[in-house]
């Protein structure tokens, strides 16, 4: 039986609280006892610290009432420092209400683990690939590129504070009939500056970027004046975007471990060994001089073709292959972060993974889609880039709203769900802008210190040690709630691959925070009060700190 041990600093609470139930429990239904009793956060603290519903759950295969076995479980719970009362609430709830000594110690782990509070503390052996943004390299990177950019990166970071080894990969489709128009836009662009003005292609790439490239192709390869050299302009060309995407990514926060080329997958042969291979596994078929990939037997509504009658494939074919190279590299766990236009190729992707009969599962490979962001300034949206000549570019959002901003706002919301940037909104110094209004929590966090002549990274072990028993207003205990939940909220977060959910928490934490300053004075006259309360103070920038962190945004020190 464990022992229900007294206040210690690193003891996760909600985790010794589960125990604690689950131990009861044993006590009154020993062969029933689930392994691991689900702990809920009770919405309203009137309802108590955690509550749990597994007296209802039990009750029909225990042939009991479920409230009559809440209430002998709750009398076979031994008595424990952390817990001041269990009660039934309801047809068989159990809520259960902390000690104050329970509830505040989440400050001094806090202030113990520092950085790594929220963090897992054992690492997984599993290595997870995540492919995010992936965009074609026949313009600058739009906002959308941007929203995904945003959430992929975020998603990467999740699951590393989860303990997960995590390799960040691009995909880049440089080849196809994008890329050739690309090319013909290029020679275009080309003529015109050799004073020949023909027509331009009707699904030509028109943005000023295309002209830049044929002006710096024809001074860096003056022999080439007519443009014939296709393969020459077509390696500068694509070359010259991916270049500048990369820098684009860079100024974002953005950063690869690897860059895979979708060309590579034709010139090493695995889109042909691909096709082969779900041949030979009986999961294709001829018809209309065209072959086919059975991909109703996964699910599909309908089979795809795989190879046209003229002898290329579609598009999803070489995603099949590379997600098969993922596979054959180790990544047991794969992320794909896509544009929602992008949602249609899911199904088929999938089903000729399974098909290829080398054991990948069917839900391989996890995907996250964002849908595209709707631009506005002065009530008005902001519909074409001057450069690009489409939408606007990312590098013009963070020019105009900032990094931090951008960042955040993307991820305001779920992924596949409608997003509006506000530009004024982002640009605004007031708690109506989300990122301003959480970064100024962290600001007024190091004021506050400043003021105590505490250095930031000092205040953790100057204040490790003090009594934390004055911590008892309402705007405290809030506070102590909202701290305690920022490691289940970061591993609900990675699990669900829904980094929007830490946008939520952070306002939530910097609104509760703002409340407490406005309340309450920190640097009273009674020397344990102050120290309590300036305790707090530091735990709550660090949980600050550390949530912006997986969102890749910066914590500043003034505002």
């Known amino acids: ?92 709830f159990v809520n259960v209400f902390l000690s104050g000594a329970a509830r505040r110690c989440v400050v001094r782990r806090i202030l113990t683990e520092a950085d790594g509070y929220g963090r897992a503390r054992v690492r997984s052996a599993d ?53 050739e128009s690309l090319v013909r836009s290029v020679q275009a662009r080309m003529r015109e500056l050799s004073g020949d003005h023909a027509s331009f292609p009707e699904d030509g790439y028109q943005g000023e970027y295309i002209r830049d490239i044929a002006h710096d192709y024809l001074r860096a390869n003056p022999a080439d004046r007519n443009g014939e050299n296709v393969e020459a302009i077509r390696t500068f060309a694509v070359g ?60 599909d509504d309908k089979d795809r ?65 964002h849908q595209m962001v709707l631009v506005m300034r002065h009530g008005e949206e902001v519909k074409l880039s001057k450069r690009a000549g489409t939408g606007v570019t990312l590098r013009e959002l963070i020019d105009e709203a900032g990094r931090d901003a951008v960042r955040f706002f993307f991820l305001l919301r779920k992924s596949d769900s409608q997003l509006t940037f506000d530009v004024d909104l982002a ?14 929590a962290h600001a007024r966090v190091c004021s506050v210190l400043q003021k105590a002549g505490i ?44 980094p929007h959910r830490l946008t939520f928490f952070l306002k939530e934490l910097a609104s509760e925070f703002h409340s407490y300053y406005n309340a309450e004075q920190f640097l009273v006259d009674e020397p344990a009060v102050r120290n309590a309360r300036l305790a707090l103070v530091v735990a709550t920038g660090q949980v600050v700190r550390n949530a912006l962190a997986v969102l890749g945004v910066s914590a500043p020190e003034k505002m």
């Open 427 to 440: 640009q605004r110094q007031s708690e109506e802008n989300p990122v301003y209004y959480v970064q100024y």
């Open 127 to 179: 290595k997870v690939i995540v492919e995010f943004v992936s965009a074609n390299p026949t313009g600058p990177l739009h906002v959308g590129h941007g929203r995904g950019a945003a959430v992929g990166d975020a998603v990467a970071r999740l699951l590393e504070w989860q303990g997960f080894s995590v390799h960040r990969e691009f995909y880049y489709n440089d080849a196809g009939a994008q890329i």
């Open 240 to 299: 010259a975007l991916r270049r500048e995407q990369d820098v684009d990514l860079a100024a974002f926060g953005v950063r690869y471990d690897a860059y895979y080329l979708e060309s590579s997958l034709y010139s090493e042969g695995l889109v042909e060994e691909t096709v082969d291979a779900l041949t030979a596994a009986g999961s294709t078929y001829e018809k209309d001089g065209a072959l086919w990939l059975r991909t109703t037997d996964f699910g």
């Open 305 to 369: 073709v795989m190879r046209k009658s003229d002898g290329s494939y579609t598009y999803f074919v070489p995603d099949i292959a590379y997600h098969v190279t993922k596979w054959k590299r180790g990544f047991r766990r794969a992320v794909t972060e896509l544009g929602a236009d992008h949602g249609g190729s899911l199904t088929r992707v999938r089903a000729g993974l399974q098909a290829m009969g080398i054991g990948i599962p069917a839900g391989y490979p996890d995907y996250v889609l």
């Open 1 to 92: 039986m464990k022992v229900f041990t007294p206040y210690n600093a690193l003891i996760d609470v909600k985790s010794h609280v589960a125990d604690w139930l689950a131990a009861g429990l044993s006590r009154i239904a020993p062969e029933s006892a689930p392994a691991n009793l689900v702990l809920d956060r009770s919405r309203q603290p009137a309802h108590g610290d955690y509550a749990t519903s597994a007296a209802l759950q039990l009750a029909k295969s225990l042939k009991q009432n479920p409230r009559e076995l809440a209430q002998r479980w709750v009398a076979a719970l031994e008595r424990t420092p952390w817990v001041d009362r269990a009660e039934v609430a309801g047809p068989g």
């Open 455 to 498: 250095g930031l990274e000092d205040a953790a072990g100057s204040l490790h040690d003090v009594d934390l028993a004055p911590l008892e207003s309402p705007y405290e205990d809030a506070l102590l709630r909202r701290l305690a939940d920022f490691p289940e909220e970061l591993a609900i977060a990675a699990r669900e691959l829904a």
